[in-house]
């Protein structure tokens, strides 16, 4: 199919059969364009593959100017695509000036050159004529570089080649890349150029550098749901929480944690909280560097509060503000119960992260103090927002 499809691409628009209907030439110029491009890009990729190899070993020890001899693409492509390969590679050359490589223009190098002597007259380009070019005074660098694109079944397959600019016209150095056409496009910015089996190997050393042990800090805020009937329920409690987070794997596709959490508001309520957590990944099977990942997780957490505005947790019924008054006038109210809570966590750069959740109380599901934002089976009375960071 890769084999038909880069056929396609070097037919040329009009060569299509007469018998075609405009529906069928439409179709067939759509997708002559589609492989097109995915040709384009993949010859960008082996131009950015050429140009890493000469960072790690430059031709020259020094800056070094050299002409562009030709680029050279499959016939069918339109000559436009030679243009922009050319100048593709002039970019990139520009954005890597470590490669001691620079293009230089040459216009009698390009140019048809007529040269009679007394052996015969030779028609052909200045730089196919070193002699020519030292007569006319070109001053255009001792090098001239070639690059030839080839489509060769499925592979498309890069040569180039230096050739010094002497009578003899030697080839100081050529090189050879292909690529499968089926293959996708890196899509490589044009500085600081990796190969793809370099990008790879830091991919996982970064993973690796990263361990499977992490500290989060977390601040978040529970919220409970109001009665539907006379009941006061208590204010948003905020938490600090800080712990241990455990991937069970590289990739970070199963977490566990174990936090410890804080709670205070100066004469209105303090607590204490143990909670644990497994989550699972949910875009992919292996955690991104580059992207956000969104974890689920479930969790179960036991909390102690104290203090006048945790009287809602200790009373069934519901709550007024003559019972409000009497807490506060006798002993600071303290309540101890247990949570289970699921929800999404959304976390970006590796450092930071957003999670929300729903938490049921199973010991207050009687306690009139408490409505529900949802029920599945049991009431979830507890709304909670999270801000965590990873260190």
Wanted: glycine fraction near 10%; hydrophobic fraction near 45%.
């Amino acid at each position: 199919m890769t084999a038909l499809l880069v056929v396609l691409a070097l037919v040329s628009p009009g060569q299509a059969a007469p018998s075609l209907g405009d529906a069928e030439r439409a179709e067939l110029e759509r997708a002559r364009a589609e492989v097109a491009d995915q040709i384009q890009l993949s010859a960008y990729d082996l131009v950015d593959e050429l140009v890493a190899g000469w960072l790690r070993a430059p031709l020259f020890g020094q800056p070094t100017p050299v002409v562009l001899g030709g680029v050279t693409v499959p016939v069918g492509l339109g000559t436009g695509f030679a243009a922009l390969v050319e100048n593709h590679l002039s970019q990139v050359l520009i954005q890597n000036p470590s490669t001691n490589l620079e293009l230089v223009y040459c216009p009698a190098c390009s140019a048809v050159v007529v040269h009679s002597g007394p052996e015969a007259t030779v028609i052909a380009r200045g730089i196919d004529q070193p002699s020519v070019l030292d007569q006319l005074g070109a001053d255009a660098g001792r090098h001239a570089l070639f690059v030839d694109i080839e489509a060769e079944g499925a592979w498309l397959v890069l040569r180039a080649r230096l050739t010094r600019l002497t009578p003899d016209l030697p080839v100081v150095w050529s090189y050879t890349l292909a690529s499968s056409a089926s293959s996708p496009a890196l899509l490589r910015q044009p500085q600081m150029l990796k190969s793809a089996e370099d990008a790879h190997h830091e991919y996982e050393q970064t993973l690796r550098a990263r361990g499977p042990v992490y500290i989060p800090a977390r601040f978040g805020i529970r919220s409970y749901a109001e009665p539907s009937g006379n009941g006061t329920n208590p204010p948003p409690f905020l938490w600090l929480q800080t712990g241990l987070e455990l991937g069970t794997t590289e990739a970070r596709a199963w977490t566990s944690s174990v936090l410890l959490g804080y709670s205070i508001v100066p004469q209105a309520y303090q607590g204490l909280m143990l909670q644990a957590r497994l989550h699972r990944l949910l875009t992919g099977r292996a955690r991104s560097l580059t992207r956000p990942n969104l974890y689920g997780f479930i969790g179960g957490a036991v909390f102690t509060v104290w203090g006048a505005a945790t009287a809602p947790f200790n009373d069934d019924n519901a709550l007024n503000a003559d019972a409000l008054i009497a807490a506060l006038e006798g002993e600071t109210p303290r309540s101890r119960f247990g949570g289970l809570h699921l929800g999404l966590d959304l976390r970006v750069g590796e450092r930071m992260g957003y999670s929300v959740f729903l938490e049921t109380m199973p010991a207050l599901r009687n306690n009139n103090n408490f409505g529900a934002y949802a029920q599945f089976g049991l009431p979830f009375q507890c709304l909670g927002i999270e801000v965590g960071f990873w260190f």
